[in-house]
């Protein structure tokens, strides 16, 4: 089975993926953990995509595709889970046509719906182990003893540089824009399901494990 999850950022995208990763054995194809990959590795790509990313941008449609194919090929007969791809209408006809040539097609679009509010304070106050990447929250989810990662011990953190209130509202903008008026092109194939994500991380895990289930 391979599915979108598609929602602006801070819907919990990832945490949704990574977690039908963990369960089901699906693989989670994150442009965004690809491209922030490409950044720390210095490689051309990364080049390219860094100032645009800091800026809450979109990178370009050609490079993200790319990627995505690249890995597409290495799937295999598990299902896939396209987190933060496609964002534009150009993405959505290639990943189309990326899986025709595989012999593959989609399932489910699935739409994270959450408050524009409630997606800043995710945001904004987001962090991550710098050892193990296990993730926390300033308010939501606090290391079990203060300083030290629950999963490794260490005392490094990090935040991504595009996690600021500034640059959450351009993202916001650009998934306004561009990314939620892909979402006609999948209402017309019935591939579309709403998916309430103001609800628990247990609660969204659910609602999307029915539809899959169904
Ligand atoms: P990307 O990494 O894809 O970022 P994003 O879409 O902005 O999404 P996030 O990772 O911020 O949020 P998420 O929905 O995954 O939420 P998460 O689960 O982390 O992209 C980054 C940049 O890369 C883009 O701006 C762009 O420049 C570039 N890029 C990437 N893909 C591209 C593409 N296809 N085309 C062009 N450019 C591209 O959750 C967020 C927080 O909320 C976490 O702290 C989490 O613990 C918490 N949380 C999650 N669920 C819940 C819940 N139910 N209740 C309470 N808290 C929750």
Redesign the pocket.
């Known amino acids: 089975m391979d599915i979108i ?1 598609l ?11 990574s977690r039908l990763q963990a369960e089901r054995g699906m693989i989670q194809l ?4 690809m ?2 990959a490409a950044v720390a590795s210095g490689s051309p790509i990364g080049l390219k ?1 860094k100032a ?2 800091e800026a ?6 050609a ?2 595709s790319a990627l995505i194919g690249e890995r597409l090929d290495d799937a295999g007969e598990a299902g896939v889970i396209f ?6 209408r150009a ?1 959505a006809e290639a990943l189309d046509l990326l899986l025709a040539e595989r012999g593959r097609s989609l399932d489910y679009v699935i739409e ?1 719906v959450v408050d524009e509010e409630e997606l800043v304070e ?2 904004a ?2 962090f991550s182990c710098a050892r193990c990447g296990a ?3 300033d308010r ?2 606090r290391p079990k003893v203060e300083g030290e990662c629950d999963v490794c011990g260490t005392t490094e953190f990090k935040r ?1 540089p ?2 600021n209130e500034e640059t959450v509202r351009t ?1 916001l903008a ?2 306004r824009k561009k990314t939620a008026p892909i979402l006609p092109y999948y209402e017309e194939r019935g591939l579309v399901r709403r998916v309430d ?5 247990d ?2 895990a659910a609602e999307i494990e029915e539809i899959l289930d169904s």
């Open positions: 999850l929602g602006p950022p801070g819907a919990g995208k990832g945490t949704q993926a994150s442009t965004g953990d491209l922030r995509a645009v990313m809450g941008e979109l990178v370009s449609d490079i993200v987190d933060g791809y496609p964002r534009t993405q994270l995710r945001i106050g987001r993730g926390y929250h939501f989810k991504r595009d996690d993202r650009e998934y994500g103001m609800g628990s991380v609660d969204v």
